[in-house]
């Protein structure tokens, strides 16, 4: 039996790059769906709160499918009974997709209960694989399953509470899980992991998080489509839509064109692949995911309405998503760079984008003036960065090198 269970594994070095499989990618067919659904939960609650709830779905969803890339960067896809636990893994995330719309109401229980039950079938999935073929990985997935213990009483409890008691149980119990990886996952009797335990293919983890930004995005780019089908052709719906495509073309060239590569480089030749992993991959990762959601959203109400009056809650949600995907991006170049300081491109963009939501607010901005306006931020940020990597302003412009000479990298 661990002679068969060792087959379940991918036979690698940490540095190779292990890519990936058609079952991943059809996996994440689930995922698609739930970032369909986030997006539409929050157009259909568009307050603070209706925001609030929205962000801690995102980050349950964001959970699942990260520790499930953490799986399957040991184990071997191709194998069946992998496999199987991966299309298990799907039927669950269909049945925690579709409770979204409604998970702070009646379909409490069914997203609370497919969550803790993918979360623990995966992780002590893990453990039984690992048993008798990787020690240090089985008890690393001990650890972990019960720290996802401890959060679910949380998570049951709360489905069967009302609605805001609900959201404080919920929020706690993912405060349990978040922090788990912080503390080594800590555990009583079986003491904690060590950087050792993840010893993850860090091109492998890059590339799979890096799909995941391409959904996101994907997700904008229909809303946009499917939006823009709906409206009148007009001149200042087409404003709208043209501005709404070159945001989300803007994104994708501010993530890939450095970002992405960049990562999957650094983390492809580091020592300590699984905590670069933990730090830029599952956690700094999630304000970029945030963002492109957020984005998604405030262009289907640009497209929608471009002209007229806007909420505070509409005017934040169209300069928040961005502001949110340049702090991500900010945060994970920084930590892939081994730069002294952020990146200044994207510190000027959160800039700009911040002025840009308190003049919309303060002097009452149309929305395709609003739109327009941060998708203009998002295209400096990335001309910024591009010149600067291309040649630098010491070459195209050495009139302005001393303002950037106290920074390491001019970008």
């Not at 990787?134 to 650890?143: S, V, Y």
């Not at 650094?266 to 304000?287: C, E, F, K, V």
């Not at 960065?385 to 950037?404: I, K, N, T, V, Y």
Request: charged content about 10%; some cysteine; aromatic content about 16%.
């Amino acid at each position: 039996m661990p002679h068969q269970r060792h087959k379940l594994f991918r036979v690698r070095d940490i540095h190779d790059h292990s890519p990936v499989t058609y079952i991943e990618l059809f996996f994440d067919l689930v995922f698609v769906f739930a970032i369909t659904q986030l997006s539409h939960r929050f157009i259909e609650h568009l307050t603070y709160r209706g925001a609030a709830e929205t962000v801690l779905l995102l980050l349950a969803v964001w959970w699942v499918w990260i520790y499930t890339s953490w799986t399957t960067n040991w184990l071997d896809p191709d194998r069946a009974h992998v496999r199987l636990m991966l299309l298990l893994l799907m039927a669950g995330g269909l049945v925690l997709s579709a409770a979204i719309p409604d998970a702070f109401g009646e379909s409490g229980l069914a997203f609370a209960g497919a969550y803790c039950a993918m979360q623990l079938y995966r992780t002590l999935y893990m453990a039984w694989a690992a048993r008798g073929v990787h020690r240090g990985r089985m008890r690393n997935f001990l650890r972990i399953a019960f720290w996802f213990l401890l959060s679910l009483p949380l998570w049951i409890y709360g489905a069967f509470c009302e609605a805001d008691l609900r959201f404080a149980l919920w929020a706690a119990a993912l405060m349990v899980e978040y922090a788990g990886p912080f503390a080594f996952f800590r555990t009583p009797g079986l003491g904690r992991s060590s950087g050792e335990d993840w010893d993850i293919s860090g091109a492998h983890m890059a590339e799979r998080c890096a799909l995941f930004i391409i959904i996101a995005l994907g997700e904008a780019v229909l809303m946009t489509g499917a939006t823009f089908g709906d409206t009148p052709q007009t001149q200042g719906y087409w404003f709208a839509f043209l501005s709404s495509f070159a945001g989300s073309a803007t994104m994708w060239w501010i993530y890939f064109d450095v970002g992405a590569k960049r990562g999957s480089e650094r983390i492809s030749t580091s020592d300590n692949a699984g905590l670069m992993a933990r730090n830029a991959y599952t956690y700094l990762h999630i304000p970029i995911v945030a963002g492109v959601v957020v984005t998604a959203v405030g262009d289907e109400m640009l497209i929608m309405h471009p002209t007229g009056h806007m909420s505070s809650a509409a005017i934040w949600a169209m300069v928040g998503g961005p502001a949110l995907f340049l702090l991500g991006n900010q945060g994970f170049k920084w930590v892939t760079s081994g730069m002294r300081f952020p990146p200044l491109s994207h510190f000027f963009g959160l800039l700009l984008l911040t002025a840009i939501g308190f003049a919309a607010a303060h002097w009452h901005w149309q929305p395709i003036a609003v739109g327009l306006a941060a998708t203009g931020a998002l295209i400096i940020t990335a001309f910024w960065e591009w010149f600067s990597l291309h040649g630098g302003w010491q070459r195209w412009a050495p009139w302005m090198a001393p303002l950037f000479s106290s920074f390491p990298s001019p970008n």
